[in-house]
């Protein structure tokens, strides 16, 4: 048992201001609180621990006591702030390269294009999207290829993937643009095609430069 707040020595610095006023405003209140917190452990070692608390009360409404339970949760937290720093990374790189992704559901028809998807293909954030309106983006002598080998034959592709680089022709200013598309698809328990996902970059730059190179080693 514990006198006043001589529980506080177990949390770690850092949260005792946040454990002291949840404590503080479950008293004043008479409701359970729920938080999570790090406690300082006798070896030194510092986990983080989920802390539940109810109070019992008299037929009068007054708390009689207070009791509680306290679960380890540091694996969970350490997996949770491992996959958050992952996804800031990627949010991250995604902004800096401007890559663009889908997702598309063959089941449903459900389809998520990203923010920089769009912006690659110069659509707008809010437009409607599916097959035709990526294959109306892609340049007209490279349309019929990428018809047949990212649709009618998406069935017969790889699990592991297949890509492509071609040309675009903006919607929003008509600019032609290459682009490196990558994708790869998922099959379902019966061995059918169920879903794809996929990478789409803006490498015009890249192209111009290779060519940029050829003719002067030509030269």
């Known amino acids: 048992a514990y006198v006043g707040n001589d529980w506080l020595s177990l949390v770690h610095p850092d949260d005792r201001e946040k454990a002291l006023a949840a404590w503080a405003d479950a008293v004043r209140t008479g409701v359970g609180f729920d938080i999570s917190e790090r406690k300082l452990m006798q070896d030194g070692s510092v986990r983080w621990v989920q802390v539940r608390a109810v109070p019992l009360k008299n037929e009068d409404g007054s ?9 380890d949760i540091h694996d969970q937290k350490v ?9 800031e990374r990627l949010r991250l790189a995604v902004e800096v390269t401007g890559l663009g992704n889908w997702d598309a559901d063959l089941r449903t028809g459900e389809r998520y294009w990203s923010r920089e998807m769009r912006a690659i293909l110069g659509l707008t954030q809010d437009e409607p999207v599916g097959q035709q309106t990526f294959l109306d983006r892609v340049h007209p002598d490279d349309r019929a290829w990428i018809a047949d080998h990212f649709y009618e034959r ?4 790889p699990a592991e993937g297949y890509n492509a680089e071609f040309r675009i022709v903006r919607a929003n200013d008509g600019a032609e643009r290459w682009v490196a598309m990558f994708g790869k698809r998922f099959l379902g328990p019966d061995g059918r095609p169920v879903r794809t996902v996929g990478t789409i970059l803006d490498i ?15 030269a």
Do not use: F, N, P, Y
């Open 154 to 157: 998406i069935g017969d592709a």
């Open 204 to 218: 015009t730059e890249r192209r111009q430069h290779a060519i940029e190179l050829q003719a002067a080693k030509e």
């Open 63 to 71: 708390v009689r006591e207070w009791v509680g339970a306290s679960v």
């Open 79 to 87: 997996a949770e702030d491992a996959l958050r720093s992952s996804s």
